[in-house]
């Protein structure tokens, strides 16, 4: 009477778990529901490839105060954690990786062991001192990581995108913040304007700056390409010429939202990093960017000198001399007016004092802020936790052996950058190496000013150095292949970009 139907196997474990999702659906709640989803995701996602798990770390930094995670985790630890683990499956599964140039190795390794010489050292905190050691050892897990596992030209891609995307989305919100004044009144730009200086999700207007410095170059670089290419490919094919130019879009889109907020911060050591940036894609184009960098440089004089800009906005920018004089700051009497550079001053005397008082070994890492009331000047018993110079704040925390091994780890990545740029020919691969010699020097020149190797930045910087260095090792594997027609037209040349 009754016939046996037999289910195959397949349909019938397609059965249980669709009835399984359908009990999840009616009995967790909806937001439960989506956090688990999403997180088996983002797991997934993160063992298919750790390159994936490189570009997640990266686009978790704007972020990485805004979600608490259980077990107190922040989103971008979750994330360095993630890719860590997916770098290990990669290479227990003996997949492809790159090999690691020796030199950044070295560098390294010499930074590390100046740290761990300090930390063992220091009178003051070993925690502090351990702990800061960590943040480093953070960067150095993310470059080695990136740089084992770039082996594709669509992992470059990939990290591109993430590095553009991340800092253009927080630069939205921190236009959309100096627009609606919507911040602390010590924000305020002037008195009787209603606009803050712009500080996105990082929370102070230099961090956030220098945040941005580390995004521009490469955007406008990207984006100046693009237009050179696109222009070209129109005579080739329409369609494909369609489809760069709606990336090339988007990049001009994020390059003048970052460089609007940039402004915005009205951060003076940030706007010369900027200008030291300008300087370096401009030499790395050769002498036919020496006219282009003159008429702006002229421009911009002319634009101050004759009152074209704003009110507030020229203050600020005849206020940049001022920072960089040397006085004694216990010795100055403080106004409203002179306050932020008297007290800048202060903390750059106090990291002097910590060199002369340890100048092999420094304070100990991290400790800047521990020994800053012994080193004091004048009335300025209260801190702000950095030199206010990263090279001083080095030298104070890891005493000069310390800055040496932090300076030889730029030095290479500056010959590993400049590199890439003779080496690289494709219009992408060229142009990313331009912007990453920009990032370089606005990073350098903003380090004058502050302290830029805080809330995970070093994941930024560390990603863009491990593409300059793959770009530098191997150019040739990540060329477009022969069926990517929309690639095919010659490199572009030093001044197209």
């Not at 609606?180 to 730009?189: C, H, Q």
Request: charged letters at 10%; glycine letters at 10%; proline letters at 5%.
């Amino acid at each position: 009477m009754f016939r046996k139907v037999r289910v195959p196997p397949r349909t019938a474990v397609l059965w249980l778990v669709a009835a399984a999702l359908g009990i999840a659906l009616a009995l967790v709640p909806f937001d439960d529901l989506a956090l688990v989803a999403g997180t088996g995701l983002v797991v997934v996602l993160a063992l298919v490839h750790p390159v994936l798990a490189v570009g997640m770390a990266v686009l978790s930094v704007p972020v990485q105060d805004l979600v608490a995670l259980p077990g107190g985790l922040s989103v971008t630890q979750a994330a360095v954690l993630l890719m860590i683990g997916s770098g290990l499956v990669h290479t227990l599964a003996q997949a492809e990786q790159g090999a690691l140039p020796f030199g950044m190795v070295a560098a390294w390794g010499a930074l590390f062991c100046a740290l761990l010489l300090s930390a063992g050292a220091t009178p003051y905190s070993r925690t502090e001192a351990l702990r800061e050691t960590l943040r480093w050892v953070v960067a150095a897990s993310v470059w080695m990581v990136a740089a084992s596992t770039i082996t594709r030209r669509w992992h470059i891609i990939y990290l591109l995108v993430c590095l553009v995307t991340a800092p253009a989305v927080c630069a939205g919100i921190g236009l959309v913040q100096f627009v609606t004044g919507d911040g602390p009144p010590t924000f305020r730009i002037a008195p009787d304007l209603p606009y803050v200086r712009a500080y996105g999700t990082i929370g102070q207007p230099n961090s956030f700056a220098g945040y941005l410095n580390m995004a521009w170059p490469l955007a406008l670089a990207l984006a100046v390409a693009g237009v050179a290419h696109a222009w070209r490919m129109r005579a080739l094919q329409r369609l494909t010429a369609a489809g760069v130019w709606l990336p090339t879009v988007a990049l001009w889109g994020a390059s003048g939202v970052v460089l609007a907020a940039l402004i915005a911060s009205f951060s003076r050591g940030a706007w010369i990093g900027a200008a030291i940036g300008a300087l370096a894609m401009a030499l790395s184009l050769g002498r036919r960017a020496v006219p282009a960098v003159l008429g702006l440089i002229t421009a911009g004089v002319a634009a101050v000198a004759t009152g074209a800009l704003p009110e507030a906005l020229t203050a600020r920018l005849v206020s940049i001399w001022q920072s960089l004089a040397w006085f004694d700051a216990a010795t100055v009497a403080v106004t409203p007016a002179n306050f932020a550079v008297v007290e800048r001053m202060a903390h750059l005397q106090a990291g002097w004092e910590m060199v002369r008082a340890a100048p092999l070994l420094g304070v100990g890492p991290g400790n800047y802020a521990v020994a800053y009331p012994s080193f004091a000047v004048g009335a300025w018993y209260a801190g702000r936790g950095h030199a206010h110079n990263y090279y001083l704040h080095m030298a104070a925390e890891a005493g000069m052996i310390g800055l040496l091994a932090y300076l030889l780890l730029i030095g290479v990545v500056v010959q590993q950058t400049v590199c890439a740029l003779r080496r690289a020919t494709d219009p992408v691969l060229r142009s990313t190496a331009v912007g990453g010699c920009g990032i370089i020097a606005a990073v350098a020149g903003h380090n004058l000013f502050e302290n830029l190797h805080v809330l995970n930045f070093g994941i930024q910087l560390a990603v863009m150095w491990a593409i300059m260095g793959a770009i530098a090792q191997r150019p040739a594997r990540f060329q477009p292949s022969i069926c990517d027609t929309s690639l095919q037209a010659a490199p572009v040349s030093s001044a197209a970009i």
